[in-house]
């Protein structure tokens, strides 16, 4: 965390280094190319390097100097010259170090200006200018005559901006030159304000007439010495120059120490910015910080990483990026990143090299630019108004303090900071109507009524709380604006942490402990899983699985989960994921009742008051003074120093701290230094050094993972090893990536190959494919030369197409775009559709044509899960690779797309989605208009051509159906475009019955999805027409999926065509009953059985995975079909050439039963109604106007009967129904009661199921 920093056993020091940066005089001036300041710059706006001037002492071996690091932080810029003109305020920033291991050191700088003495330096400047001018005038000498002419407004403002330029200038016998030096603390732990104050006192004392009581070696020689860090828990005061400082340390149960203050983010950003960027961080994408001021980058990253607890960021973190590092913006790899701007460009002149996923935060405007398809933080508005709450009592407008942005309100009015600073108005606590009218201005506040009106709490009476701190009788030992800061600090905290408490309250459960021991466990984690995620997601609100899978997906979670397994026992325990777990224990011993029911309502935090107790309490009584600085063993004469000028040290009393530190062991009590051995150990505050190899090693086997560029001058070399690094972390990215989409896809098969876990949700998988889309477009902006768009998957794509346009216009056309696919498209002998060309140019200009995707990123995830749905994508981006001119033209060097073998072996990994079928671009596009091609093919063999009447079809899917379409006479082929249908189900196909020849003998349908490919096969085999087979004018068919036809083709050799259609039984049934195949009862019995146990497990599977219902009901071996075998057995066969149907016999059974009726011989109550049902049923499907047959009316009263849980009573009836006596012989399944009972006990196995059936089963019928 924030806290923690790093190395071997380590005194506990309040500070390591004292270190003064700035202009050497030996040296001179020397440009400062890498900080990229142009030379049109004039001389005092450009930059020069600055150097490490002193440190103090040279070396500690607990955290050795990295001088790179340190020159380049404490002066990002560079130096910078200034004349008497301009303001020079001193200037505070703090910084991070990270090293390899990850563990970080804390610097803290005060940069302020000097006068230059050194007469050669003056003159230097001088020189610089002369040269500039003198090449400025050449450069931008008007043509003498027009000079009257610059009418054009563009001219005069460019003209007067130059000469600004021209005249910023300085000239030694009149102005003073001043340079930056800066003065900084190298600390192990962030105590950023006590830092802050130790500095501005020093630089104080340099500046202030009157010297300091003691030469100014006496107070660094304390700092660095004799104050200790405090001790988790308690508080320290020690001596600045002028005036006491204090700080404190959270203990090991509290939040971790954090000490920058949040109030100024929120006031810069507003809350609902906050949540934004703090849900990017969460979900790891990348994240540009921008600001002028390097302070407000720190504040604003560390306030985000901070809020995040328990969980850590776990990529590149540099809060301030110093200019020679900007090539660190090309990194393919999540980071969290400032950039310092130098208040002049705005936004646009600003050339990132990614933006697909990057979140843009232009600090000191108030404005942040969002990755697209951001998904909501669970709860946002309840979350916001907690938030708004705290920071109104602060007097805070939860939309941000607007003065330092252009798009103030009336909010200016009535500044925060107006209401801060009047005491009388006791910070507005008592008068709830201020913060209100505050609030009424406030957009956010608008949104939060209407939800504040759904829980029913008024805004009105919006308590901000009272300052209930009980300053009354604790005399806090630091002003009243610190106490208020640490307060915010501490509540906001608190809301943030009670978040994830809630939200993860029952993790534990869904941890997967690993069977093997910890050793191999950590060999083999990446292969490994650690959290059982479907389970997880299944408990969680529906609002939340947006957000919430794709955060589980996260590097953070994954190590946030690797840190529990690995701290079985409280000992070794993460203080972290310590802190936490006793957090989650306390609200599961509140939640007794129900411990895993999840709900979204929404928990406020509870846990405020207890923490700002312990932070007053420290306050209040002060744990530990350290020693007071005093005199140095110096000689006499040193120490002095001339006013304004930060001197050189004496370095001889600096360089060695006292020989046994007698003074902290003098002044710490005894039980401080034994609580001191055991917190350093808990705190893990300096590792171990068996642990630190083992996180080195660990830093080195993730190599991939660069966590931190390197702070040195960079080498080309140094570049080129980063890059390599790049691109091997991608590869292995991709590697498992795909097996993760995979093992998910894949399900059963490769779980008991032992990999993952079975099921995956639509929620899941889309997450999936969404963070491939990201890590296509971080491959794909890797090494650009020249960045075009946000996406730069997309714009590759681009100028491919325009490459082939311009090729296919000179007529060298190569064929490569339709490269059909000889295997695929085998010659069949039936009729068939012509076969879609594969063509990648195809596929996007779909993508173009469909306009509700607006962006570039939208076109490029479009066109991705486009590909992946019709299996091409590895194909399609290798095709787009081929154009080798094209990549050299967009790509650097050592671009990914660059390296041949991992280009290769990318490719490769994503040849393996081919394996599995992917709906991602039909489930997700749901309204957009798609052409499908239909066919119809009638039988050879009986003259379909002389058919006379009008034939029409409706084809429906899961996602809508198309209506009634008319289909030309003689045209069997056509291609219409509807809306979007999702997976096709049923296929509705009949005619009109005019003309003379009314019959017509359809074999199949087939449908296929222009966009997709998506080849659907609807077989039906029977005649369509008044007396002929069961006289039906319309039929209902069900399809399924074609396979690509190399698949189809062998499996039509295997089997025998009989069982090809689920139709084709029946046909055979009906047309000659003589050829029926005769199934014995126990094949009957085992039919039934599967289908049955076919709807049960549909059910069984998680919503968004259920296949087609219909297909179960209607389709080839499925509920309707049994029954009608049920039926047929022993059915008794009628005269030659009658023809009877089940549905004669169903007929005869209502009758008998509504004569019953009439004749008032009801037996039993139960029985009665069951009859009755059935009666209005076969009276409803008779009664209905479309112009079903007889087979379809039995397979409508199956369906209806499964939905409402009838057909269990309805076989008990039909089995004891005289009229069963009369048709079947005495062989027949429905005579015999032992086989009747248990196909009863099997249908009743549906009645749990609520099953609803597809509207072209049931169109007609209102029951």
């Not at 698949?1047 to 029926?1076: G, H, W, Y």
């Not at 009263?1197 to 939905?1203: F, H, I, P, Y």
Request: hydrophobic share 35%.
């Amino acid at each position: 965390m924030s806290g923690g920093g790093g190395g071997s056993s380590a005194p506990g020091r309040f500070a390591d280094y004292f270190v003064i940066c700035g202009l050497d005089t030996e040296t001179g001036l020397e440009p400062d190319e890498l900080s990229g300041e142009n030379f049109e710059q004039t001389p005092l706006r450009r930059t020069f390097k600055s150097k490490v001037l002193a440190r103090y002492p040279e070396n500690v071996e607990w955290n050795p100097f990295d001088q790179d690091a340190v020159g380049m932080l404490c002066m990002p810029k560079g130096l910078a010259f200034k004349t008497q003109a301009d303001s020079r305020e001193p200037q505070f920033h703090s910084f991070i170090i990270t090293r390899e291991d990850g563990s970080r050191t804390f610097g803290f700088s005060l940069t302020f200006f000097e006068e230059v003495t050194s007469k050669q330096i003056c003159s230097a400047m001088q020189t610089l200018y002369h040269m500039h001018n003198a090449e400025y005038d050449i450069l931008h000498t008007p043509p003498t005559n027009d000079k009257e002419s610059c009418s054009s407004t563009g001219d005069c403002s460019g003209t007067s901006v130059s000469k600004l330029q021209r005249f910023n200038s300085y000239d030694i016998s009149r102005d003073t030159l001043y340079v930056s030096k800066c003065i900084c603390l190298i600390t192990p732990m962030s105590f950023m304000k006590a830092c802050k104050k130790v500095l501005e006192q020093l630089h104080q004392a340099v500046t202030s007439p009157q010297p300091p009581p003691l030469p100014l070696e006496s107070y660094i020689y304390n700092i660095l010495y004799e104050v200790p860090l405090p001790p988790a828990g308690r508080s320290l005061k020690f001596s600045g120059v002028y005036g006491p400082i204090i700080c404190q340390r959270p203990s090991t149960s509290e939040l971790p120490l954090f000490d920058f203050p949040v109030k100024e983010v929120f006031e810069l950003l507003g809350v609902e910015n906050v949540i934004q960027l703090f849900t990017c961080a969460l979900l790891e994408f990348q994240i540009l910080l921008y600001s002028q001021h390097y302070q407000r980058l720190m504040t604003v990253a560390e306030t985000i990483t901070a809020l995040m607890f328990p969980f850590q960021w776990q990529h590149v973190y540099v809060p301030i990026l110093p200019a020679s590092l900007l090539h660190f913006l090309d990194a393919p790899v999540p980071y969290l990143m400032g950039l310092h701007s130098n208040g002049l460009d705005d936004r646009s002149k600003l050339e990132l090299p990614q933006e697909a996923n990057l979140c843009f935060v232009d600090v000191d405007n108030h404005f942040i630019e969002l990755p697209e398809d951001l998904p909501q933080f669970p709860n946002k508005l309840e979350f916001i108004q907690e938030i708004s709450e705290i920071l109104m009592a602060f007097g805070i407008p939860p939309e941000g303090n607007l003065h330092c942005s252009e798009s103030a309100s009336k909010m200016k009015s009535l500044r925060a900071c107006d209401l801060v600073s009047d005491k009388r108005n006791g910070n507005i606590a008592g008068s709830p109507l201020n913060s209100y009218e505050l609030l009424k201005e406030n957009e956010t506040i608008a949104r939060l009524q209407a939800l504040v009106k759904r829980t029913g709490v008024s805004l009105e009476k919006l308590e901000v709380r009272e300052e209930t701190s009980s300053k009354k009788d604790l005399k806090i030992q630091c002003d009243e604006e610190e106490f208020k800061i640490y307060q915010l600090n501490i509540q906001i905290r608190e809301v943030f942490a009670n978040r994830f408490t809630q939200m993860f309250a029952d993790y534990e459960v869904f941890v997967i402990q690993p069977s093997q021991d910890k050793e191999s466990w950590f060999t083999n984690r990446e292969q490994m899983q650690n959290f059982d995620k479907a389970s997880f997601l299944s408990d969680q609100p529906e609002p939340y699985l947006p957000f919430l899978s794709r955060f589980l997906e996260t590097q953070m979670f994954a190590s946030f989960i690797d840190n529990k397994i690995m701290c079985h026992d409280d000992d070794d325990k993460d203080p972290v994921l310590r802190v936490f777990d006793s957090r989650v224990d306390k609200i599961r011993l509140l939640n007794v009742r129900t411990p895993t029911l999840r709900t979204s309502m929404y928990q406020k935090c509870t846990t405020i008051d207890e923490a700002e107790k312990s932070i007053e309490l420290r306050l209040a009584k002060i744990d530990h003074t350290a020693v007071h600085p005093h005199l140095l063993d110096m000689k006499i004469g040193q120490g002095k120093y001339e006013l304004g000028f930060f001197p050189k040290l004496q370095s001889d009393v600096l360089s060695t701290g006292p020989a046994s530190n007698k003074w902290t062991k003098r002044n710490a009590p005894a039980q401080w230094r034994r609580k001191d051995r055991q917190k350093q150990h808990t705190e893990h505050l300096r590792l171990d050094n068996d642990q630190r190899e083992k996180y080195i090693q660990e830093a080195r086997n993730l190599g991939s993972t660069i966590r931190q560029p390197k702070l040195s001058n960079l080498s080309p070399s140094v570049i080129a090893q980063t890059n390599w690094k790049f691109v091997e972390g991608l590869l292995k990215e991709c590697r498992n990536k795909t097996k993760r989409m995979l093992v998910e896809k894949m399900g059963r098969e490769a779980v008991e190959l032992g990999h993952g876990e079975v099921n995956i949700t639509g929620v899941e998988e889309n997450t999936l494919i969404a963070s491939l889309c990201d890590l296509l477009e971080r491959i794909w902006s890797h090494g650009l030369q020249v960045k075009q768009g946000k996406s730069a998957l997309w714009s590759h794509l681009l100028h491919y197409l325009e490459n082939r346009q311009r090729r296919t216009t000179s007529g060298s056309f190569s064929t490569s775009g339709i490269l059909l696919d000889s295997e695929r498209r085998k010659s069949d002998t039936s009729p068939a559709m012509s076969p879609l060309r594969i063509s990648l140019i195809q596929d996007m200009r779909h993508i173009q044509n469909i306009s509700e995707i607006k962006t570039d990123v939208g076109k490029a995830r479009a066109w991705v899960r486009l590909s992946m749905e019709k299996k091409l994508l590895s194909r399609h981006l290798k095709q787009l690779l081929s154009d080798h001119e094209l990549t050299k033209k967009l790509y650097k060097r050592y671009a990914f797309l660059r390296c041949d073998d991992e280009k290769e072996q990318f490719l490769y990994h994503l040849l393996s989605f081919n394996a599995v079928d992917y709906f991602c671009f039909t489930n997700v596009f749901t309204t957009i208009l798609i052409p499908y091609h239909i066919l119809i093919v009638p039988s050879k063999k009986l003259g379909g051509s002389m058919f006379t009447a009008n034939p029409w079809i409706c084809i429906s899917g899961e996602l809508g159906e198309t209506g009634v379409l008319q289909i030309p006479r003689n045209l069997l082929e056509m291609t219409f475009e509807c809306q979007n249908l999702g997976k096709l189900t049923t296929v509705q196909i009949g005619h009109d019955n005019s003309g003379l020849y009314a019959k017509w003998l359809v074999e199949y349908v087939m449908v296929r999805n222009e966009i997709t490919g998506h080849t659907y096969k609807f077989p039906c085999g029977r005649w369509l027409g008044k007396g002929m087979d069961d006289g039906s004018l319309e039929r209902i068919l069900v399809g399924e999926l074609l396979t690509s036809h190399t698949e189809a083709d062998e499996r039509q050799c295997r089997t025998p065509p009989l069982q090809q259609s689920p139709s084709m039984i029946r046909r055979f049934v009906t047309i000659s009953p003589n050829n029926k195949p005769k199934l014995n009862t126990g094949q009957i019995q085992e039919a039934i059985g599967e289908a049955v146990n076919g709807i049960v497990k549909h059910f069984h599977k998680p919503e968004k995975e259920r296949g087609s219902l219909t297909l179960l009901l209607c389709g080839e071996s499925g509920l309707v079909s049994a029954l009608e075998q049920v039926f047929q057995h022993g059915f008794k066969s009628p005269r030659l050439f009658k023809n009877v149907f089940i549905w004669d016999f169903l007929e005869k059974a209502q009758t008998y039963y509504e004569t019953l009726e009439q004749n008032e011989m009801v037996p039993e109550e139960n029985w009665q109604t069951r009859a009755r049902n059935f009666c209005r049923f076969i009276t409803a499907i008779n009664s209905t106007p479309r112009n079903i047959g007889k087979d379809g009316k039995f397979q409508m009263l199956v369906c209806l009967g499964a939905r409402d849980h009838l057909l269990h009573h309805w076989i008990a009836l039909l089995a004891d129904c005289p009229i069963t006596a009369q048709m079947y012989e005495d062989i027949a399944l429905i005579k015999d009661h032992t086989l009747v009972n248990s196909l009863i006990r099997v249908l009743q196995t549906l009645q749990e199921f609520n099953i609803t059936l597809e509207a072209s089963l049931v169109k007609g019928i209102d029951i």
